[in-house]
T-cell receptor
Framework: RKEVEQDPGPFNVPEGATVAFNCTYS??????FFWYRQDCRKEPKLLMS???SGNEDGRFTAQLNRASQYISLLIRDSKLSDSATYLC????????????FGKGTTLSVSS | DGGITQSPKYLFRKEGQNVTLSCEQN?????MYWYRQDPGQGLRLIYY???????QKGDIAEGYSVSREKKESFPLTVTSAQKNPTAFYLC????????????FGPGTRLTVL
């Protein structure tokens, strides 16, 4: 089983749509969770951290379900500028462990 | 401005040559990392360093070497032993904790001809 799995997409949606991405992780000891955004041929940039209680940042909402080892990202009122690849990232609380990345879900928002 | 810089942005080398990719950060971060990304793939960890003069192998360290002589710098050498070196190389840094997000440099796109 892969450590972090995401639906690769692509998700093609019109402007204004609501879209949800899901991510599952295999290591129950995972401690920290993030969503990164990566534009084509650019570096990943942190979109938001994911907290157990869920968190919201403007049009973006992240949820964590530890029991199901599942993370989600909801984007409301999609904009053209939201077109990118969204990477689900987890860390495991072990000395010397870096981030574990999913392969990403590609979103394309059209007018 | 604080940040991470990588140079060069694009690099072309002939097969069999070693090449060194630069990574510098002025964020006062303890830890630095090197990742490799291939088309349609996730990022894979090559090496990381928690403190100066110490570094650890990641998942795909074979054919690569690093050094950490200064806190700000973490250069990566792609040696001729690396079978498929053509890729997008990303350097990142963070405070050393599994709870802290990593910040990435703009990357170096290496093409071996």
């Amino acid at each position: 089983r892969k450590e972090v799995e995401q639906d690769p997409g692509p998700f093609n949606v019109p402007e204004g749509a609501t879209v949800a991405f899901n991510c599952t992780y295999s290591n129950s000891a995972s401690q920290s969770f993030f969503w990164y955004r990566q534009d084509c041929r650019k570096e990943p940039k942190l979109l938001m951290s994911v907290y157990s209680s869920g968190n919201e940042d403007g049009r973006f909402t992240a949820q964590l379900n530890r029991a199901s080892q599942y993370i989600s990202l909801l984007i409301r009122d999609s904009k053209l500028s939201d077109s990118a690849t969204y990477l689900c990232v987890v860390t495991v609380n072990q000395a010397g462990t870096a981030l574990i990345f999913g392969k990403g879900t590609t979103l394309s928002v059209s007018s | 401005d604080g940040g991470i810089t990588q140079s060069p942005k694009y690099l072309f080398r002939k097969e069999g040559q070693n090449v060194t990719l630069s990574c510098e950060q002025n964020l006062n971060h303890d830890a630095m990392y090197w990742y490799r990304q291939d088309p349609g793939q996730g990022l894979r960890l090559i090496y990381y360093s928690q403190i100066v003069n110490d570094f650890q192998k990641g998942d795909i360290a074979e054919g690569y070497s690093v050094s950490r002589e200064k806190k700000e710098s973490f250069p990566l050498t792609v040696t001729s032993a690396q079978k498929n070196p053509t890729a997008f190389y990303l350097c990142a840094s963070s405070y050393w904790s599994s709870y802290n997000e990593q910040f990435f440099g703009p990357g170096t796109r290496l093409t071996v001809l």
